[in-house]
């Protein structure tokens, strides 16, 4: 089921696992997917292509069903997927109360990463990624090997591969 699709108060949430999937998931990684689904209520989002009422719906569905975790599936480097994660930190936020939570995502399509939702909040703040950057320049080999992006901005001379000390 779709999350914009959902009605907040199912009796099917009400204190359920919630599994929150990019909706292209079981397209990259069936695997990942169905192992995910057989843990709780799976709801799919794909942020490019629904609105930004995502995080008050989000919100919503917390408030109404207080689902005992809610647990976020997207592909990593995906600039649409990190709303999706966002979107969950900033419900709590918007509530004002804890939230069990547990942020995953797919690595190049195949390798599944636990993040946590510091690593969330702090791509929100380009100043602080780009400080990061500055202090472990080396993080951009590992860039170079995950974005198709940025090998290419390397070849059009658009960015360049800082050499650590740079």
Not at 134 to 155: C, G
Request: proline share 4%; hydrophobic share 40%; aromatic share 6%.
């Amino acid at each position: 089921m779709r999350l914009m699709e959902v009605w907040v108060k199912a009796p099917k949430l009400k204190g359920s696992k919630l599994i929150i999937v990019s909706e292209c998931l079981r397209f990259v990684n069936e695997e990942v997917y169905k192992r995910f689904a057989g843990e709780g209520v799976v709801l799919t989002v794909c942020p490019e292509n629904d609105n930004i009422s995502t995080y008050g719906k989000i919100a919503s569905i917390i408030r109404s069903s207080s689902p005992t975790q809610v647990v976020v599936v997207t592909i990593d480097g995906s600039p649409h997927c990190l709303q999706v994660h966002a979107a969950v930190n900033e419900a709590a936020y918007i509530l004002g109360m804890k939230v069990n939570r547990k942020h995953y995502v797919l690595v190049n399509g195949h390798e599944l990463v636990e993040i946590s939702p510091e690593a969330v909040r702090v791509a929100r703040y380009l100043s602080l990624v780009d400080k990061l950057i500055k202090e472990n320049p080396m993080i951009l080999r590992e860039l170079r090997v995950h974005s198709m992006e940025y090998r290419l901005a390397l070849s059009t001379g658009d960015a360049r591969l800082k050499p650590a000390g740079d």
